[in-house]
């Protein structure tokens, strides 16, 4: 993306944060795995999105902003050159490549952060310290905005700390032309990705040999590692929703279902897809998929600006419960959850589960899955069908509907391979 959309982002979060704010962001740190091996980096995510930057190589990258009457003062800490450091690791990002990513001019050595920030505190014309801070729980472990809030009350405690995540959170909701350009590359190799599996399977086939296909057709169309760890299980293994194990075997008469997506320039797709391993629906799998088809189908029917984002995941389970009561298989008094164990919609994009405002009514410029899960043990039959829906000015379009996902599209895919 270039670089003018992430100053749009910065300068957004400016205007939101009061005179005599000090606006920190971490990009992150590498973490120890084991011995002397590390974690593979991934940037923080609102650091990729008002900055640009992303990739191995900006571990450690900070982002000062300061607020003053006069306007905004912006600062990036990088890791300086390092012949050595180079050798082992990889190359560092050079000044003017850092300004030319972020349209952050100023570029001074990561070690005189702390400095800086201390020389800026100690001028008087600052009160509040901005971060991003934000947890999934209240146990999880602090992070580097966390530590370093931690730090800095108890070193300056007349600075009042400020949280903009909520607003981070919101300019993320709507996404920008140049974002859904990228979901739609992104949905492109994740096509290739989900038909490689299709194409290559067979009873007997191993779950680690699918996501082998999945990440092979990925590699060689320049997406050398996936949004997120592929979901892909077969047989009871359709069970565990979130599965990353990988080491099931597909046997005759099994299901396979997967949730994978590709990501391109930092945005994420997130698209499930479940088949007969053999390439052939029995009578009872095609009841269910037809089930999950129909409700799919219904919601891109009525998905438009203006409904309540919570009705998307109420609406999708309602009507795909009247299906499943049709079909004999759910009690009139059973509520449509006993099949269906999860929701039934969460935003994608910088995040496969984006972090945004879900307070927001439906609006245009919204991209989120539509999910149908449908699990039922008694059959030995679980499978998700999850499309990414855009939201336009009078309805909504589904960006992966190119990818088979009917039964007919499934069968007549599986039998030309």
């Not at 009042?160 to 300019?171: D, E, F, V």
């Not at 194990?245 to 391109?264: H, P, T």
């Not at 245009?364 to 998700?384: K, S």
Request: hydrophobic share 40%; proline share 5%; charged share 25%.
């Amino acid at each position: 993306m270039e670089r003018g959309f992430h100053e749009k982002n910065r300068n957004t979060l400016y205007g939101e944060i009061p005179e005599g704010t000090l606006f920190v962001c971490f990009a992150g740190r590498v973490l120890p795995q084991s011995a002397d091996a590390e974690y593979a980096y991934f940037a923080n995510r609102n650091f990729a999105y008002l900055t640009g930057l992303d990739g191995a190589e900006v571990h450690d990258f900070v982002l000062l902003a300061k607020k003053t009457e006069a306007g905004v003062e912006e600062t990036m800490f990088a890791l300086p050159p390092d012949p050595m450091a180079e050798r082992w690791t990889g190359r560092r990002l050079k000044p003017e490549e850092i300004t030319e990513r972020s349209g952050v001019t100023d570029i001074l050595p990561v070690e005189r952060f702390s400095a800086v920030f201390h020389t800026a505190v100690m001028t008087g014309k600052y009160h509040v310290l901005a971060l991003d801070l934000w947890k999934k729980s209240p146990d999880d472990p602090d992070g580097e905005a966390h530590r370093f809030a931690d730090w800095a009350a108890e070193q300056y405690p007349f600075l009042k700390i400020k949280n903009c995540h909520r607003q981070l959170c919101a300019q993320r909701t709507i996404k920008a032309p140049c974002e859904i350009e990228a979901m739609k590359k992104a949905m492109t190799v994740t096509k290739a990705g989900i038909e490689a599996m299709m194409r290559a399977s067979r009873p007997g086939m191993y779950e680690y040999q699918y996501k082998a296909e999945f990440d092979y057709a990925l590699a060689v169309r320049g997406v050398p590692v996936p949004a997120f760890p592929s979901i892909i299980a077969a047989g009871e293994n359709n069970f565990c929703i979130h599965y990353y194990s990988c080491a099931g075997q597909a046997q005759e008469g099994d299901m396979v279902l997967n949730d994978v997506g590709a990501v391109w320039d930092g945005m994420c797709t997130d698209v499930s897809r479940g088949w007969p391993c053999n390439g052939k629906f029995s009578p009872r799998q095609r009841q269910l998929y037809e089930c999950a088809y129909r409700t799919s189908q219904h919601m891109f029917s009525i998905i438009r600006p203006g409904m309540p984002m919570a009705d998307v995941d109420r609406l999708c389970h309602q009507y795909c419960g009247g299906l499943l009561r049709e079909i004999g298989l759910l009690g009139e008094e059973e509520a449509p959850e006993k099949y269906m164990w999860h929701g039934g919609a969460h935003h994608v994009g910088w995040d496969v589960h984006d972090q945004v405002d879900m307070t927001r009514p439906v609006a245009a410029g919204m991209v989120f899955c539509v999910d149908v899960g449908i699990y039922v043990e008694e059959w030995g039959i679980g499978f998700r069908l999850e499309d990414n829906c855009l939201v336009t000015e009078d309805g909504c379009v589904n960006l992966s509907a190119e990818i088979p996902r009917s039964v007919e599209e499934i069968e007549a895919f599986m039998a030309g391979r």
